[in-house]
């Protein structure tokens, strides 16, 4: 017997993602959740956090914990303008309009969505990954599916045309000698796809998670493929941060780096750092989701998402670059160097996570 139908709020809860959408941002979401136990206990003259967009995607799950041991590192907000907090967004296209626009001046973005951006002259850059694999292909457990072929001609839904979940959906494709003219792809928000494939809306999903595993956990659906097996080196969101912020505050641009980077290092250390972080992420000032479902994405298995080798490496930004180019995602190659400033991994120190 089949379980109810997910709702966005099995994941997300108490949020109504469709209020987000609708009043949120307007009423200035970059503004909601920075770290009230600082703004309790600083004093006055200390600077608010740096807010950082993101959204409620393990994919992200290195930036709470970089946030919050940040924050355990300075209970009382002495890191002044080393300071920075979490911002949740619903959906990327809210954050590229705040990054965009200057309201936010540091976020997890998609990395192809920071090349186009960075080639139309807004001033971008990418100063850390963020993860390693994290995107799955579901499909209904009562399915015939068993190999990637077996969706031709099937609807097939991805979260955008500029996530890297799309470009994997892409090279399966391809290892099957199919294009996107064998499937029919539609555009949908991932909180919404669990439901639609509980209701045969879609044959298929591609994204990141937890969106896969809260399906999965609820026993309607099954892996077909994962990034972890077809491709390994996969990456999605990064760390963006406007090159203004590079030239006012290099420090805080590096401290965040730092604990980016410590924080992906303490995940992969041990499965005690991960029920740790799974905690941390859960909270309402984070990602304010079911702790259930991220322990589920962390355990199955182990390696469904890592985060310990968060090296910046040329190449595999220029391979996904051109996927995004045959996509028509970008409309032309761009240089690494136009969308990419690598000092900051380079003079990367480890910081402490202590949680």
């Not at 499937?183 to 045969?200: G, S």
Request: hydrophobic share 45%.
């Amino acid at each position: 017997m089949e379980s109810d139908p997910p709702s966005a709020g099995g994941i997300d809860r108490g949020v109504d993602r469709r209020l987000l959408m609708r009043g949120a941002v307007a009423a200035g979401i970059a503004a909601a959740v920075a770290l009230p136990a600082r703004r309790l206990l600083a004093p006055a003259a200390v600077a608010e956090p740096l807010k950082v967009g993101g959204l409620a995607v393990t994919c992200n799950l290195t930036l709470p914990v970089a946030c919050a041991a940040n924050d355990a590192a300075n209970p009382f907000g002495d890191a002044g303008q080393l300071a920075f907090g979490y911002s949740r967004y619903s959906g990327f296209p809210e954050l590229k309009e705040s990054l965009m626009s200057g309201d936010i001046q540091a976020a997890y973005m998609l990395a192809p969505l920071v090349m186009d951006l960075a080639d139309k002259q807004v001033p971008v850059k990418i100063v850390s990954i963020g993860h390693r694999s994290g995107a799955v292909i579901m499909v209904r457990t009562d399915s015939d599916y068993r190999r990637f072929k077996d969706l031709a001609g099937k609807r097939i839904a991805i979260p955008s045309r500029f996530a890297v979940d799309y470009l994997f959906l892409r090279k399966l494709l391809a290892d099957e000698n199919m294009t996107t003219e064998d499937v029919e792809i539609v555009e949908m928000a991932p909180p919404d796809m669990p439901a639609a494939l509980y209701v045969k809306g879609i044959a298929a999903y591609c994204t990141g998670e937890p969106f896969g595993a809260a399906a999965q956990k609820a026993g309607y659906a099954r892996v077909l493929r994962m990034t972890r097996d077809a491709w390994p080196r996969y990456m999605c969101c990064v760390l963006t941060v406007r090159e203004e912020l590079i030239r006012t505050n290099r420090p805080l641009v590096q401290n965040m780096v730092d604990y980016v980077l410590a924080a992906g290092a303490w995940l992969d250390a041990r499965p005690e750092n991960r029920d740790r972080a799974v905690e941390i992420a859960a909270k309402r000032e984070y990602f304010n989701q079911d702790p259930e479902i991220l322990r589920f994405v962390m355990e199955n298995p182990s390696d469904r998402v890592t985060y310990g080798d968060l090296r910046m490496i040329p190449r595999e930004f220029d391979e996904m670059m051109e996927l995004a180019v045959a996509a028509g995602a970008l409309s032309r190659p761009v240089p690494y160097a136009k969308y990419v400033d690598e000092s900051f991994a380079h003079a990367a120190r480890p910081a402490s996570i202590a949680l």
